[in-house]
């Protein structure tokens, strides 16, 4: 008999890659998406699709008591770091309030496990060395301080309902699906290798290059990138972990940095294009280096597939070059 699942934003990029990987495992699946930020085009054949919002606490008690479910998926919300600086309610308010909405939900409903999609702006890095889970949490932004406020308040239910949970905390998410299904679509896009992959197309202008004097090899930020379908995969895994224990907090990176002008390298040897590109001054607020040490996860078996950046990027080039429009074409 198929398990039933609950993925929230799985219109979303990780989202729909988390629905992909459930559905391709024979799985029920229903999304619960408002498309502020997600696509109808990137929800699957056989999933069912339900059009609300986390906010709506009458629809998302109706939604949870559609029961049984064997686990929710927690992706929803607003990721911009940037933004979040401007707009720093609407962020408390989107992740943090509504997340608790949430969570009270699957209490009061009877759901046993939910597996959160966190971030690694939980963390202050002051150095280049790899960033395991015990580092200190110190968010910088309302971004960051609303995923840790959502993964204390997943302590807090745990201790007094038994609600188990995984935290799980990616660095930068990327590439796309292997079989072409599925792609990265943010309006406006924000996310490095689809900027540098839209400048080798022509798609966009020059891109900007923030910073060239950081203490880095060639000057430029380093960033860990880490396939999404990696990251579904360390999502299912961190499900089953939940079997036999009651919490699991795992950072998610390839442990392998790369910098900003090492992607543009590889999306030109990919692509078979020059990128244009422009430096720019620093931005505020950008570490030098953010990579992860995920020791926790591949000590219980996490092993991503896509170890090089190459393979990263031209999954990201395949299905980019293929939907021009992304999920509006």
Avoid at 128 to 147: L, T
Wanted: glycine share 10%; with cysteine.
């Amino acid at each position: 008999m198929a398990r039933r699942f609950l993925v929230t934003g799985g219109a979303g990029f990780v989202g729909s890659h988390m629905v992909v990987a459930l559905r391709d495992l024979g799985e029920e699946v229903a999304v619960v998406d408002n498309f502020n930020t997600g696509h109808r085009g990137a929800v699957p054949a056989g999933a069912r699709l339900i059009e609300a919002d986390l906010g709506d606490g009458p629809r998302l008690d109706a939604i949870l008591g559609d029961g049984p479910w064997t686990a929710v998926f927690h992706f929803a919300g607003v990721t911009q770091v940037g933004e979040s600086m401007r707009e720093p309610m609407r962020y408390l308010q989107a992740n943090a309030a509504n997340g608790m909405k949430l969570i009270d939900a699957c209490v009061r409903h009877g759901v046993d496990r939910l597996v959160f999609s966190s971030t690694a702006a939980l963390f202050n890095a002051s150095d280049d060395r790899p960033i395991p889970e015990d580092a200190p949490v110190d968010p910088q932004s309302p971004y960051g301080e609303s995923k840790w406020m959502t993964e204390r308040a997943l302590h807090w239910a745990f201790v007094a309902h038994g609600l188990r949970s995984a935290k799980l905390r990616y660095f930068n998410a990327a590439g796309a699906d292997p079989a072409g299904r599925l792609g990265e679509d943010h309006r406006p896009e924000s996310h490095l290798i689809p900027l540098v992959i839209d400048a080798a197309l022509g798609r966009r202008p020059p891109l900007e290059v923030y910073g060239a004097d950081y203490p880095t090899p060639d000057g430029t930020c380093i960033r860990d990138y880490v396939h999404v379908a990696d990251l579904a995969q360390a999502h299912l895994l961190a499900l089953d972990r939940l079997e036999s224990e009651t919490s699991v907090t795992w950072n998610l990176g390839r442990g392998t940095g790369h910098s900003v002008l090492e992607v543009i390298a590889s999306v030109e040897r990919i692509s078979g294009r020059a990128v244009p590109y422009r430096m720019s001054p620093r931005r505020p607020g950008d570490a030098a280096v953010l990579v992860a040490a995920s020791g926790r996860a591949r000590a219980a078996g996490w092993r991503p597939r896509h170890e090089a950046l190459d393979d990263i990027v031209r999954s990201a080039f395949a299905w980019r070059e293929a939907h021009p429009d992304g999920y509006g074409g």
